[in-house]
């Protein structure tokens, strides 16, 4: 095992001998063991804190070993601590219909008392080893899950991100009360732009837009999205209309120093922002994402040709 990384082990047992030899074990493999004598304390404790292994006898007062195992497969994913349990089964029953019980059960292994001390040390590092893949696997099911939320050509999250978190915010605005804004930030002459600059200006364009974006808002609070081609939305929670319209007064004053130099030319490009928000309230039901984003759109459309910061307030 890694000595960097203990991984735990509950053993259930209402046999205080039999817990004994085999905490004594594995504590000299190196994992942190803790026991139960019965299976009712054992879903207990595994429902306190993350187990990566539990080797549980199928005979227990209160709640049998076959019991546990169900408990515990059906609290898969459930808890704050899930990744997956290895579940090995002690039992004196050797019958075939008793193995196939247990493994419907949720039994990874099933062992015959007396248990062979090298034969479950052997079992133990086969389940270590399917941990650490399960391990590997959800590591990369994550990535590709927050890849899929990212916008490749900026680097910040993408509108599925949003189109996700959006409404989570309007929830949680209306059932505390608390003001919510968005910003919906677009160009100026943008499509006459690409035309004459070309598709590299614009991309570069639009990778010095989010960085400033990024640069701009509050870490863990605020959050930016490329909302769709040539559009970027910043959702900011706990900000009113105002201090949303301050945000982008100060996001203006940067992304208007921006230059995009191309060889031997540098272009600017004018930024419009459009700002909605409104303070939740309870007894008003959650305003749609679509709804929104027309607000949103339309306060963009105030922007155009004059002051660059549209603002609409919602009642």
Same mark, same amino acid.
């Given at each position: 095992?890694? %000595? ?14 039999? @817990? ?21 304390? !054992?879903?207990?404790?595994? *429902? ?7 080797? /549980? ?6 709640m049998t070993g076959l019991e546990l195992c169900q408990a515990i497969r059906a609290d898969d994913g459930k808890l704050a601590h899930a990744g997956y349990t290895y579940i090995i089964m002690l039992t004196s029953q050797d019958s075939k219909n008793d193995t196939i019980v247990a493994l419907d059960a949720g ?14 040390? &052997? $079992?133990?590092?086969?389940?270590? *080893? ?8 959800? +590591? ?5 899950? @927050? ?17 996700? $978190?959006?409404?989570?915010? =309007? ?9 919510? %804004?968005?910003?919906? =930030? ?15 200006? /614009? ?10 974006? $990024?640069? %701009? ?7 930016? !999205? ?16 105002? +201090? ?9 004053? $940067? ?14 490009? =004018? ?18 994402? %679509?709804?929104?984003?027309?607000? !949103?759109?339309? &306060? ?8 660059? =910061? ?6």
């Amino acid at each position: 095992m890694n %000595s960097a990384i203990i991984h735990s082990v509950l053993v259930a047992d209402d046999n205080a001998l039999i @817990r004994n030899i085999v905490t004594d074990m594995l504590k000299a493999m190196g994992f942190d063991v803790s026991e139960a004598e019965d299976g009712e304390q !054992a879903l207990q404790l595994y *429902r306190s804190r993350r187990f990566h292994i539990v080797i /549980t006898d199928w005979v227990m007062p209160k709640m049998t070993g076959l019991e546990l195992c169900q408990a515990i497969r059906a609290d898969d994913g459930k808890l704050a601590h899930a990744g997956y349990t290895y579940i090995i089964m002690l039992t004196s029953q050797d019958s075939k219909n008793d193995t196939i019980v247990a493994l419907d059960a949720g039994a990874d292994e099933y062992l015959v008392k007396p248990v062979h001390k090298p034969e479950l040390q &052997a $079992r133990v590092r086969t389940a270590m *080893r399917i941990i650490k893949l399960e391990a590997i696997r959800e +590591d990369h099911f994550e990535q590709v899950h @927050r890849a899929s939320l990212m916008d490749v050509l900026t680097g910040v999250h993408n509108r599925k991100f949003m189109e996700e $978190r959006l409404p989570l915010e =309007i929830k949680r605005t209306n059932r505390y009360q608390r003001p919510l %804004s968005v910003m919906l =930030i677009g160009f100026s002459q943008i499509d006459k732009f690409r035309k004459e600059k070309g598709v590299f200006a /614009t991309e570069q364009l639009l990778q010095a837009t989010a960085g400033v974006l $990024r640069d %701009s808002i509050r870490q863990e609070v605020d959050w930016v !999205a490329r909302w769709n081609e040539y559009q970027f939305l910043v959702l900011l929670p706990e900000t009113d209309v105002g +201090d949303a319209c301050t945000v982008a007064k100060r996001i203006k004053l $940067r992304v208007n120093q921006l230059v995009i130099a191309i060889k031997d030319e540098s272009f600017k490009v =004018i930024a419009l922002y459009g700002v909605v928000g409104f303070t939740g309230n309870q007894g008003k039901g959650d305003i749609s994402l %679509s709804k929104l984003m027309e607000f !949103a759109q339309q &306060a963009l459309e105030k922007a155009e040709g004059g002051p660059q =910061i549209g603002a609409i307030k919602l009642g």
